[in-house]
């Protein structure tokens, strides 16, 4: 079972807008609507940042957001600032597993 | 607010297995899924699999010959087991509170390596 595919890095300035996405198949993403995103810190746990495709836990600001087209699903950080700067990973839900995906990092320029 | 804590060696020999236990605190582990979630170093995130509260598990197939994890709610605490350790076990552990396959909270995680 391979790993949902992420682009390995991408970059914006403060204030911009980046968009990470993250491509399962027609067995995960295309079918459930169980995606999560989560952004991790060098040497800290991952903290959940989205789930069920577009829902924000309580306490992650709104610049976060999730979106889902077939089997890819996006998130979109707007207005960046330089806290936003760590690695992002996707979780989609696959017949009974969990499969997450291969990791982002984001660079705040 | 949920909170878990990973405790277990540090350093596990090859061939071995490694035990891990996470002890829940600030909430009741019943009616719910916990789970566990490694990442070796410099590398992505893999789930290794949940139990239930009633100690229905599922597991990665991927790893599920050498992997048993088990519930223990009179003590509020999970844990995992993983036979014939090799290098490419050599991960940071993580425990975590599973929502439907969603993770809203973690452990700090414990480091494990393999070696002799």
């Known amino acids: 079972q391979s790993a949902l595919t992420q682009p390995r890095s991408v970059s914006g300035s403060p204030g911009q807008s980046v968009t990470i996405s993250c491509t399962g198949t027609?067995?995960?993403?295309?079918?459930?609507?169980?995606v999560s995103w989560y952004q991790q810190y060098p040497g800290k746990a991952p903290r959940l940042m989205i789930y069920?495709?577009?829902k924000r836990p309580s306490g992650v600001p709104d610049r976060f957001s999730g979106s889902k087209s077939g089997n890819t699903a996006s998130l979109t950080i707007s207005g960046l600032q330089a806290e936003d700067e760590a690695d992002y990973y996707c979780?989609?839900?696959?017949?009974?597993?969990?499969?997450f995906g291969g990791g982002t990092k984001l660079t705040v320029l | 607010q949920v909170q878990l804590q990973e405790s277990g060696p540090g350093l596990v020999k090859p061939s071995e297995a490694l035990s891990l236990t996470c002890t829940v605190s600030?909430?009741?582990?019943?009616?719910?899924?916990w789970s566990w979630i490694r990442q070796p170093p410099g590398k992505g995130l893999e789930w290794i699999g949940y139990?239930?509260?009633?100690?229905?598990?599922n597991y990665n197939p991927s790893l599920k010959s050498r992997v048993t994890i088990s519930v223990d709610t009179s003590k509020n605490q999970f844990s995992l087991r993983l036979d014939s350790m090799t290098a490419a076990d050599t991960a940071v552990y993580y425990c975590?509170?599973?929502?439907?396959?969603?993770?809203?909270?973690w452990g700090q995680g414990t480091l494990v390596s393999v070696s002799s």
């Open positions: 975590a509170s599973d929502d439907y396959g969603n993770y809203p909270h």
């Open positions: 600030g909430g009741s582990m019943s009616d719910k899924y």
């Open positions: 139990v239930y509260y009633s100690g229905f598990a």
């Open positions: 027609s067995s995960d993403v295309g079918t459930y609507n169980s």
């Open positions: 069920g495709v577009s």
């Open positions: 979780c989609s839900y696959a017949d009974s597993y969990t499969r």
